[in-house]
């Protein structure tokens, strides 16, 4: 199941424990008029939607080309993340 979320790390600005960090989140389902908001990381975890429906898709991608419906990331690796200390070691391998 695609829960449609786009969760972006900022370039600087986020220190220590992954879970603390703010992120931007955009819920692709709600439509263009969705706009982004600012969370922290823990948040997005805690939340049944994504805790209840593992596994996920997960990519990093270099630069996004274009905005809302045609926003078509260029990947460098994508993984499918089977629970939360996958997640964690994804982030460490792109070094976030």
Not at 21 to 41: F, H, N, S
């Amino acid at each position: 199941m695609e829960i449609g979320w786009i969760v972006s790390f900022p370039r600087y600005g986020n220190k220590g424990k992954y879970c603390n960090y703010t992120v931007m989140l955009t819920d692709r389902k709600k439509g263009a008029d969705q706009p982004e908001k600012c969370v922290k990381l823990g948040e997005v975890l805690d939340n049944p939607e994504f805790e209840q429906h593992y596994p996920h898709t997960v990519g990093y991608y270099k630069d996004p080309s274009g905005g809302g419906a045609k926003f078509k990331p260029e990947y460098l690796e994508i993984r499918k993340i089977e629970t939360v200390e996958d997640l964690w070691l994804f982030l460490n391998a792109v070094d976030i």
